[in-house]
């Protein structure tokens, strides 16, 4: 019997449809959200372009950098599918500055390597706590 989605983890949800999402489409969806720059600073790549190359099709992302976009996807559906608005609130929450992040940015602490507190302070923004 499967769980019903409304009482699943949030981040099991996003993850699950993250993995079943192609790269390609992952990255154009980020561009579209974040821009190229903030999703290549999150990922830790120093050309943006190469995030335009990646939702084109002209590239595909090195095992690391695609482990990178999916994270950071998921991050972006947890973020979603907790509020009924999309949009540049989600853009001002990664490069605003977080206190369950130690007053650092999600982007930041995401780009250096936390992912698991990225996806955790989303959890819980999106908890209404």
Known sequence: ????????????????????????????????????????????????KTIGRYARGERTPTDAALGCLTDLYTVVLVLERGRAERGSWIKQWML????RLDGMSPAQVFHDGETGKVMGAARYFVSGR
């Open 1 to 48: 019997m499967e769980l019903d989605s409304q009482i699943r983890d949030p981040i099991d949800v996003a993850q699950e449809i993250a993995v079943g999402t192609k790269p390609q489409q992952i990255t154009a969806e980020l561009q579209g959200l974040l821009g190229q720059k903030l999703v290549a600073f999150a990922l830790g790549d120093r050309h943006p």
């Open 96 to 99: 605003g500055s977080n206190m």
